[in-house]
């Protein structure tokens, strides 16, 4: 068997003395996507940005296709970076700037690309996300649902082998929600990519994820495929699955 593309090992973070993960193990393997759920404020989102180095923990190790990457500099933690991309929960674009400078944003910083290359990547980008044609458009001028997309377009410029997605449906009608939902799985099969979301939204997790993974005080309190959640008798899983979980 392969080995992880990341792995957590024993991994600790608190915030003001208050344990958020305490003693997080979890393996994510070649080309799976993986889908973390949780109650609100229990480390989803710390655990993405644990991930691409924003934030560093207390204990533990974070394995990068092999590589730990908690005693990174910063400096060092840029060459782990390029291999991932993030859509952040609200999208983060320059509304400053247009939506293929946005996409161009990170190949500009990271690559020698010419602006003829750049702006060919910029198409082939808006292309993979379902919205050619609006390069020139700004950011403001989006719905929601396509600012998700252009988002994506800017996670994927620099051809990440590992996508990160914090709360990708969360203020999205059910019509959005369902084109993000089909659009994290065609990246996937397109792409090849390793992904990792965090969502609380049950519905999402079951038609995206090839494992889910449910994140209790600190740790895993169990991970499996779909089907295995879908008929797990652990009661945190049915509270959770009811929304009745705190």
């Given amino acids: 068997m392969s080995d992880p593309v990341i792995e957590f090992r024993q991994v600790h973070k608190s915030f003001n003395h208050i344990p958020v993960l305490a003693g997080m193990d979890l393996a ?3 080309a799976e996507t993986v889908t973390i759920i949780g109650g609100s404020g229990i480390g989803k989102s710390v655990t993405l940005k644990l991930i691409v180095g924003l934030l560093k923990p207390e204990a533990g190790q974070i394995l990068v296709e092999g590589e730990d990457v908690v005693p990174l500099t910063e400096d060092q ?17 320059f509304d ?8 161009a944003y990170p190949l500009r910083e990271h690559t020698s690309m010419s602006e003829e290359e750049i702006g060919q990547r910029i198409r082939e980008t808006l292309r993979l996300v379902g919205l050619e044609g609006i390069e020139d458009k700004d950011p403001t001028e989006l719905s929601g649902g396509m600012r998700k997309r252009v988002a994506l377009a800017r996670a994927i410029a620099l051809a990440p082998r ?12 059910p019509t959005n929600t369902e084109k993000i939902n089909e659009l994290i799985v065609d990246m996937d099969e397109k792409l090849g990519v390793t992904s990792v979301v ?3 939204d049950m519905r999402s997790a079951f038609k995206i994820s090839d494992r889910i993974a449910l994140l209790y005080q600190g740790k895993i309190a169990i991970a499996g495929t779909p089907g295995e959640i879908e008929s797990s008798d652990l009661p945190l899983v049915r509270q959770f699955i009811a929304g009745t979980m705190g």
């Fill in 77 to 93: 933690f840029t060459r782990v970076r390029k291999k991932i991309g993030m859509v952040f929960q609200g999208s983060a674009l």
């Fill in 162 to 173: 590992i996508i990160l997605y914090d709360e990708p449906t969360t203020g999205l009608d």
């Fill in 28 to 30: 994510i393997w070649p």
């Fill in 96 to 103: 400053s700037m247009s939506v293929g400078e946005n996409i």
């Fill in 198 to 200: 965090v969502t609380h």
